[in-house]
C-alpha cells in the first residue's frame, strides 16, 4: 500500500493532506523521515505521524442499545443522534443499518461495511427483525391471521409481507417482519385500530439485542456474530 493512502486509511485526510504532512516532515517510516507519499510499505512497517504510530481501522460491525430521544443518523440540528453516544476513531465512515424511530428503543447494529449494511437493509434480503410492543389496547386473538395473511397499510397499494405476531400479554406483543416500510410496525397496529405505545428492537435476523448491554451502551462484534448475515 502507498503510504500517502495508509495515511488516508487511518486518519481520515484525504490524499492532498496526507501528502501534505509528508511533505513538512511530520511522517516516519520506521523511524525514518519519509519523503515520497508513493512510498509502498511492507506489512512489517511501523508508521508515524507528528510521533503518534498509526495503526490501520478495519471494517467494523456494532451493537448497540439504543435510548429513546436519538435518531439513527449522522447529524441532525434538532435532537442527538446515535453517534453521540459514541467514542470512536474516524466515526465520519460509520453509519446505521436502516434506522429506528426517535421514540424507538432496541438494537442498532453500526458498521462501515456497505456491502454487509446491504445484506441486512435491503428488503429483496428480507431479514427479519423482530420487536416487543406495548399497545393502548388488548390485542385480539384474530390478529395473529390478520398479520399472517399481510395488512394493507393507509396509503399503501400492496399489503405487507407475512409477518408473525405473538400476543405476550393483552397489551404486550411479539411483532417479527422482514420488510421495512415507514413506521411500519405503528401503522400495522393502527390498521387494526389500536396504538402503539412503546416500542423496542429485540432482534435482527438471528441476532439478539445483548442482554448485557444498557441502554446508551455498545460493543462490538464477534466474528461468528458479523458472519450471521454473510
Known amino acids: ?5 495508509f ?32 512510498l509502498q510499505l511492507k506489512t512489517t512497517d511501523k508508521v508515524s505521524l507528528d510521533g503518534e504510530e498509526l495503526e490501520l481501522i478495519g471494517l467494523r460491525y456494532i451493537m448497540m442499545h439504543k435510548p429513546a430521544g436519538y435518531i439513527c443518523s449522522t447529524d441532525d440540528p434538532d435532537h442527538d443522534t446515535v453517534f453521540a453516544l459514541m467514542d470512536e476513531p474516524l466515526m465520519e465512515r460509520l453509519h446505521t443499518v436502516g434506522r429506528l424511530d426517535l421514540d424507538t428503543t432496541g438494537m442498532v447494529l453500526i458498521t462501515d461495511d456497505g ?9 429483496k434480503h428480507h431479514c427479519a427483525k423482530t420487536y416487543r410492543v406495548w399497545l393502548a389496547d388488548p390485542v385480539p386473538e384474530s390478529a395473529i391471521a390478520q398479520f399472517a395473511e399481510g395488512i394493507m397499510l393507509r396509503g399503501e397499494k400492496d399489503l405487507t409481507k407475512p409477518a ?38 429485540e432482534q435482527i435476523g438471528a441476532l439478539p439485542l445483548d442482554p448485557d448491554l444498557e441502554e446508551g451502551e455498545y460493543r462490538y462484534l464477534t466474528d461468528e456474530e458479523v458472519a450471521l448475515f454473510r
Open 1 to 5: 500500500m502507498r503510504l500517502d493512502k
Open 7 to 38: 495515511i488516508c486509511d487511518c486518519t481520515g485526510l484525504t490524499r492532498s493532506q496526507a501528502g501534505k504532512v509528508i511533505r513538512q516532515k511530520l511522517v516516519t517510516v520506521n523511524g525514518e523521515l519519509a519523503k515520497q507519499p508513493a
Open 115 to 123: 456491502q454487509w449494511s446491504h445484506k441486512i437493509s435491503s428488503p
Open 164 to 201: 408473525e405476531l405473538v400476543i405476550v400479554e393483552p397489551h404486550q406483543a411479539l411483532l417479527t417482519i422482514s420488510e421495512g416500510r415507514y413506521h411500519q410496525v405503528k401503522r400495522m397496529f393502527a390498521a387494526i385500530g389500536n396504538k402503539v405505545e412503546k416500542l423496542h428492537r
